[in-house]
């Protein structure tokens, strides 16, 4: 499952190559990149688009972990 899921998110779109790691909410939905270029990006899975945004850390996003309720990312 694991594979074929990072297969197709490699075909649904390009995340930057600066993404560090991915972390997939909890009901696979929706999922969140970070990385290199200091930002997190929360995708659509469906639809491969762009929902979120998040901008203006100093410095590289190591990690990122969705809330239990799959509404907020630390």
Excluded: C
């Amino acid at each position: 499952y694991y594979l074929d899921s990072l297969r197709h998110l490699a075909r649904k779109n390009r995340p930057n190559q600066d993404a560090l790691g991915v972390r997939w909410s909890h009901d696979g939905k929706q999922y969140a990149t970070f990385g290199r270029d200091s930002m997190i990006r929360v995708w659509d899975f469906e639809s491969g688009g762009l929902l979120f945004e998040a901008k203006g850390h100093s410095s590289y996003v190591y990690e990122v972990t969705w809330n239990p309720a799959g509404t907020l990312l630390a």
